[in-house]
């Protein structure tokens, strides 16, 4: 039951994202709207004296005792699921279990899954499930608690409240789970217009006006285009999945269906966030929707008290289906990618042409942080930037983390768009301004509704893969950002229109091209150049295939190096996915020099092309078929000097999910989980960046230690490593070592009694989670460095100190135990941690070594150690040592020991102190990589063979690479002109919900006009009077200048005289 329940998703409600910005009239609209009260339309130019509120949010999630989710391979009546479910359990000893009646909408439809409460021998019960041929699998049922609260700016503090020190009594480091991220990291400004609004990329820019915030988000969109010509998301089913709707809300004039999915009698909104966000895809009075009259389905999914459970989503995702919903916004997501049921349910939902907009989350800056299901390839994951079109700070970076440790991270969020100061509905009515992912997200979702209004005639090539490729392609890219913060750019809704009116089914790729030299939108490809020996360069690219649900790759991709470009000093190695469904695939590109480029520097260029093939659509004989090339340019160096190479062990860490890993700093108790994959482009970024800027060059290893050769890099760091080694990596490392490899390792805290208390307790089962690992794991540390008489301790200290004139955080770091008497032992006076967490006092240590540093031999490499990683760990980071690393990195490499490491005064180690063992009855194994259960006990799995790439053989073209890679690649369309923008109005279109909005008139023929400020239109029809008038001036002056001479006629008399008499002579 443990295992299952870490292999679950933990879902955070992304509402209202990270700081909601509210005014004091705001928040006392939300206290009324709880107790029925009204409120006042609230505009975003808020008066900055008045007090600003932030509203927080915190977030649990427990299992619910004995209650399982049993999960069908295929969809099947009540009675039938009862009686598989009964037959199962039928011998298998389980006497008390029943099935859990599910009252909601999808109750009269077959399912294909089953709440199954076991009350006793929950272990047979479960393998009983499993063993049965119709059943697919069996997860824990889970509940989500979500609390929010506002504080007003004033009494906010910078830190959030986990800093806070514990107070002395016990129970204060006893955690119940908490969100996986705080929700106001360290000096996160407020979202408040008098208060820091304006976030920046933290990068340097001139000064410049700066932009008004739009009163209606859909005029900063420009939807009204897309009005003009008479499309409003008429005939476009869309869901939202929320909080609920009260039925007599002004602002909504095509409510649908409003169903409720909890155990809650009633289907009204009692928080506000479910009424936002269905106001923003299609309000349509005072603050306006992007889609009006598309027909809204509203999905309760969040009692008031803010709790949901994973099978009321699974029902409630089956009758969207059900229901064929077009569009489904879903403003919630988590860090756990491996909650197969629920990962399972939104693949099926994309595969019935539901399009699923999800915010990518609000656990920026930092990076690595991406939710889900925003990071699925199917989903469109949106990102959220301010009215200055910068990357708002919250919004998640990636990359996805799925594919570690031996792979790399895809490019997410897919499009950015305004996520802060955005103006929604109210509970009851009028406005509120609101900000987070989960307010960018439904602006995505009802402009996408509104671009398949824009196509109803062509709706059937509308799919999830082809509207992001529609939104991907006319997205506008952001200067002087990466594609990890903005994907592929700003949405631009009317240039997605254009693209769309005229699609043509194909494949596309993400991104379209690979130029690694390209910075800052490659980064951190382009932070690197490659080299002849280096481990290759992983680029994820997805395949997004809009031709059909499934597809597949023909044959192989080819690689074609560009000879004049010098593509033959590259090698590229493919693999990709064998099938693509639904919509999308992977396509892994691994690049490296060739030996003859060993000593070269220069840009080689090439392309990779490929195939895509889908099954015909009805009517059709023949496959569908794409060709795709994927341009590819790399920047080659000759082989760095082995001291500036360092190799960054990937293999050995661990992260959520699937299980619980512990962060590293203890006081962080309100975001215990380790989940943005310690590595160095993720919340090691700024550690990579200081060492790139330093001259090192920094490869990641992904394999275990017996498959890179030490000769070729100076030292080997290993930072925050909870995996075991095999006992081959240990024997290798010591040979690596005494033939001249340095060793750098960064650790954290490990006590097996501290770990106990640290645990996670279940509200519902009244029961304690244990984490199966400390900080790091000291013990497999300890086993690596037994051969060089080194190790850990179990004591966890922290506290401020000084070195070297810079001021350090030593947060929740283990000492040294053992060390060579030759070596150097830099030590300082902390905290016993581990005691006050144990006790409840606060006990301070003198002379507690914390780094050492010993040359093995003369010929051999250096080891230096140190007890805390956290200050190389971006992700609460408090006083970073990126100094240390470098001033350790120069011993390690260069034998450069600076006077500041000195030996400090203090007892010598004794030599047989105790060290630390494996918490009894840990299950590390169900998630380790290197260890197995046999016969109930553990043991290491034989060591896998290293992993070897198939370089491809080229395909050499003798002709020149593309001079700009980012215009290389466009959607092909259809041979049919694209409607006008403008000008367009159709007299028999005229939606019912513009009739009644404010701000609309319908002139004679129904022509709508849409009503405008007299403030703004009055200046600007002066200003083109004005021009009228100059340029009719103009035109005059031009036509007298330039009019020829009339040649002289006498007058009418004297040329009827003329006629009569002829011509008389002058005088």
């Known amino acids: 039951m443990r295992h299952s329940h870490f292999g679950t998703i933990l879902f955070l409600i992304l509402s209202l994202g990270v700081d909601v910005t509210l005014n004091a009239e705001s928040v006392l609209a939300q206290k009324l709207f709880t107790s029925g009260g009204k409120s006042n339309c609230l505009g975003s130019s808020a008066n900055v004296t008045d007090p600003v509120y932030t509203l927080k949010v915190d977030f649990s999630t427990d299992i619910v005792e004995n209650e399982y989710i049993v999960a069908f391979h295929d969809y099947y009546s009540s009675k039938a699921r ?106 996160r400004a407020s979202l408040a217009l008098g208060t820091a609004f304006w976030h920046s990329t933290g990068r340097y820019t001139s000064r410049r006006l700066l932009r008004a915030i739009p009163r209606q988000i859909t005029n900063a969109l420009q939807a009204d285009v897309l009005w003009d010509m008479g499309f409003t998301g008429l005939g476009i089913k869309v869901a939202v999945f929320d909080t609920g709707l009260n039925e007599n809300h002004p602002h909504f004039k095509k409510m649908k269906e409003r169903t409720n999915w909890t155990n809650e009698k009633t289907l009204d909104d009692g928080l506000g966030h479910g009424t936002f966000v269905a106001g923003v895809i299609s309000s349509t009075k005072e603050c306006l929707g992007f889609a009006p009259d598309a027909d809204l389905y509203v ?73 889900n299901p925003a990071d699925q390839m199917d989903v469109i994951g949106v990102g959220g930037i301010n009215f200055e079109d910068n990357i708002a700070r919250f919004s998640s970076r990636g990359m996805t983390t799925w594919e570690l440790p031996g792979g790399y991270g895809r490019v997410k969020p897919d499009i950015v768009t305004y996520g802060s100061a955005v103006r929604g509905s109210g509970i009851k009515n009028g406005c509120r301004t609101l900000s987070g992912t989960s307010v960018a997200s439904p602006v995505v979702a009802g402009a996408v509704s509104l671009l398949a209004s824009a196509v109803l005639q062509r709706l059937h090539v509308v799919n999830p893969a082809s509207m992001k490729q529609a939104l991907m392609a006319s997205a506008r890219r ?33 991104p379209s091209y690979i ?98 093939e889908s099954p015909p659509e009805e009517g059709e004989v023949e496959p569908r078929r794409s060709q795709l090339k994927l341009a590819i340019k790399v920047k080659v160096i000759p082989t760095p000097a082995r001291s500036r190479r360092i190799l960054w062990d990937q293999y050995h860490n661990l992260r959520y999910p699937p299980g619980y890993f512990p962060r590293d700093n203890l006081r962080m108790k309100n975001d215990p989980l380790d989940w943005n994959g310690d590595h160095i482009h993720t919340n090691f970024k700024d550690m990579y960046q200081h060492l790139r800027d330093a001259g090192f060059f920094v490869e990641v290893l992904g394999a275990p230690l017996t498959c890179f050769d030490a000769k070729q890099y100076g030292t080997l760091i290993i930072v925050d490593a909870e995996e075991e080694y095999f006992p ?87 000492s040294i135990a053992k060390f060579p008497a030759s070596g150097v032992l830099v030590r300082q006076t902390l905290k016993d941690q581990g005691h006050e967490v144990l006790k409840g006092e606060t006990v301070t240590e003198e002379d507690v070594p914390i780094l050492g540093l010993h040359q093995v031999s003369a010929t051999g490499g250096r080891i230096v150690l140190y007890g805390d990683s956290n200050c190389l760990d971006s992700s609460h980071l408090q006083k970073e040592c990126f100094w240390l690393l ?112 404010p701000g609309w008139e319908v002139g004679p023929g129904g022509i709508i006009t849409q009503q405008q400020d007299s403030a703004h239109t009055l200046p600007v029809l002066a200003f083109l009077a004005l021009a009228v008038v100059l340029i009719f001036f103009a035109l005059q002056v031009h036509k007298t200048k330039t009019k020829p001479r009339r040649r002289y006629r006498p007058p009418r008399l004297k040329r009827l005289q003329q006629l009569v008499h002829g011509r008389m002579p002058n005088v």
């Open 82 to 187: 009862s009686s598989y479910v009964e037959s199962a359990l039928k011998n298998s000893g389980v006497v008390s279990w029943q099935i859990l009646p599910r009252d909601n909408p999808a109750s009269d439809y077959p399912s294909d899954f089953e709440v199954v409460q076991i009350q006793e021998h929950t272990q047979d019960g479960i393998e009983a499930l499993k063993n049965h041929p119709f059943v697919k699998g069996i997860t824990p049922q889970r509940r989500v608690t979500r609390k929010l609260q506002y504080v007003a700016d004033d009494k906010a503090e910078d830190s959030p409240s986990e800093f806070k020190p514990c107070n002395k009594s016990r129970d204060c480091w006893e955690q119940k789970w908490q969100s996986s991220r705080p929700l106001k990291p360290l000096k």
């Open 299 to 371: 999905f309760r999914v969040f009692t008031n008290n803010q709790v949901s459970y994973t099978s009321w989503f699974l029902d409630a995702f089956n009758y969207a289906i059900l229901k064929k919903i077009n569009v489904l916004n879903l403003s919630i997501g988590g860090p756990d990618f491996m909650d197969h049921p629920f990962v399972d349910k939104v693949w099926e939902l994309t595969a019935n042409k539901v399009i699923m907009v999800s915010a990518i989350g609000n656990d920026g800056p930092l990076y690595g942080t991406l939710n």
């Open 478 to 510: 952001l200067p002087a950002v990466n594609m990890f913060e903005q994907g592929h750019g700003k949405l631009d809704l009317v240039k997605a229109y254009q693209i769309l009116s005229s699609y043509k089914p194909q494949a596309s790729l993400s």
């Open 515 to 612: 130029d690694l030299t390209e910075c800052p939108y490659m980064w951190p490809y382009c932070t690197q150049s490659i080299y002849y020996g280096a481990m290759p360069t992983v680029v994820n690219v997805t395949i997004l295939n809009g031709m059909g649900v499934t597809g597949r790759i023909v044959d192989k991709p080819v690689w074609q190096p560009y000879t004049p470009q010098n593509g033959n000093y590259i090698e590229v190695a493919l693999s990709h996915s064998p099938t693509l469904w639904p919509w999308s695939g992977y396509l892994a590109v691994s690049i490296t020099a060739s030996k003859t480029a060993a000593s070269w520097e220069g840009i080689a260029q090439g392309q990779v092309t490929l195939t895509v």
């Open 728 to 814: 081959e990596e240990i024997s290798k490392l010591k040979r690596d070592v005494d033939n001249g490899l340095s060793v750098m390792i960064f650790s954290d805290w490990y006590n097996v009694q501290v770990m106990r208390k640290v645990k996670f307790y279940d509200e519902n089962t009244r029961q304690w989670w244990m984490p199966d690992t400390g900080g790091a794991n000291v013990p497999a540390l300890n086993d690596l460095l037994a051969p060089f008489s080194m190790a850990f301790s179990d004591q966890v200290y922290e506290g401020d100190f000084a070195l070297g004139g810079h001021d350090m955080y030593y947060a929740s770091g283990g």
């Open 886 to 997: 470098e001033a350790l990195l120069q011993y390690t490499a260069y034998g450069n020991l600076a006077p500041m490491l000195t030996e400090q005064s203090g007892l010598p180690l004794p030599m047989d102190a105790e060290l630390p063992e494996r918490m009894e009855g840990n299950h590390l194994y169900r998630y380790s990589k290197v260890l197995e259960s046999h016969l109930g006990k553990t043991q290491a799995q034989p060591l896998p063979a290293c992993p070897h790439l198939a370089w491809a053989k080229g395909e050499p073209l003798n002709i020149s690479a593309p001079t700009n890679l980012y215009k290389h690649q466009k959607l092909l369309s259809i041979a049919e002109p694209v409607m006008p923008l403008l000008g367009r109005r159709d007299s028999q279109v005229v939606p019912h919900a513009i009739h009644e909005r």
